[in-house]
């Protein structure tokens, strides 16, 4: 099922897929054989939203890079989206990056790297201290209207940022963002505090990132079965081992009283939380994938259901 982003033309399947794994070592999408055979999955499971950055893969722009060869003639069958401006990222450009100069040797090397002659969806990766939101946003609105860009989002921005951006965009009559991508999840709900309320406000679409908690929420962990092959388990061991696993194994209890799985629980969750568009996923197997596809239509909570949960994982107060 399809949902618009915001207030643009975009339509979103309701599962996306995060393109973070493709080039990472280690991963079965590390060489261009797994990226191809995952996202040929997505596609034939009606995942139409594709999320990467410049900044993935073990080298920069490598997951764009495998993204464009694996994409090929199915290009127009997915929107396809990236970002800009990581600080973290080893950019080959000039300049501040929310400036003019920046964006635009930003979007060319994407545009190049993906194989295509424009992207749906383009997001700042994280807000620039050192340059004013209008400059960036005159930037951007140059590509939308050159038709390099459909529309804009951004990503990892305060709700005073946000607010800001939008103010900006109102007094220069230029494209404004039409999403917010920044992490959520039932044990990471502190956008739900301030970002979830100004995306609802100022009507973007918002795009939640790690919506699984780095695998907590797919059913695999329990308190006490962390599986060896996980990412969890090869980078982020203090996830799974200072969860907070009285709440998580209620929630499985929940999950097991309704029938439904915990993947099934955690997507439905989401997609019923306003005004989430669409939750993008990392998969690194095809398997995982249409798992993850078929979750994501499975169910949604009624409100009982949904307030059992949320007093599993209250939004922090401070």
Wanted: charged fraction near 25%; hydrophobic fraction near 40%; aromatic fraction near 8%.
């Amino acid at each position: 099922m399809e949902r618009a982003l915001g207030t643009s033309d975009l339509l979103l399947s309701s599962v996306g897929l995060g393109c973070n794994n493709f080039g990472r070592p280690g991963a079965f999408t590390e060489d261009q054989h797994g990226t191809d055979a995952v996202i040929g999955a997505a596609i034939d499971a009606g995942i139409t939203f594709f999320d990467t950055a410049d900044l993935y893969g073990y080298a920069f722009g490598r997951s764009e890079e495998m993204m464009g060869r694996a994409l090929g003639t199915r290009r127009d069958e997915i929107v396809l989206a990236t970002k800009f401006g990581h600080p973290d990222a080893q950019a080959p450009y000039l300049g501040r990056r929310g400036s003019r100069e920046f964006i635009r040797a930003s979007v060319e090397g994407s545009l190049t790297r993906l194989q295509t002659d424009r992207i749906d969806l383009y997001q700042m990766h994280v807000p620039d201290p050192e340059t004013p939101i209008s400059e960036t946003l005159d930037a951007l609105d140059e590509l939308v209207r050159e038709g390099k860009v459909r529309s804009i989002g951004h990503s990892n921005f305060s709700a005073e940022q946000m607010h800001e951006a939008a103010g900006a965009a109102a007094a220069g009559g230029v494209t404004a963002f039409v999403s917010a991508q920044n992490e959520l999840s039932l044990v990471q709900r502190e956008a739900d505090r301030e970002v979830v309320p100004a995306a609802r406000e100022l009507g973007l679409g918002f795009l939640p990132y790690f919506p699984l908690a780095n695998g907590l929420l797919t059913g695999k962990f329990a308190r006490d079965r962390f599986p060896e092959d996980s990412r969890i388990m090869r980078q982020r061991p203090h996830v799974a081992e200072q969860a907070d696993w009285d709440a998580l194994d209620a929630y499985r209890a929940h999950c097991a009283d309704w029938g439904v799985t915990m993947l099934e629980a955690t997507f439905g969750w989401l997609l019923d939380h306003a005004p989430v568009a669409s939750v993008i996923a990392g998969a690194s197997t095809p398997d995982q994938v249409r798992q993850n596809a078929l979750a994501g239509e499975r169910w949604r909570p009624d409100d009982a259901q949904r307030e059992r949960i949320e007093a599993l994982f209250p939004v922090p107060t401070s």
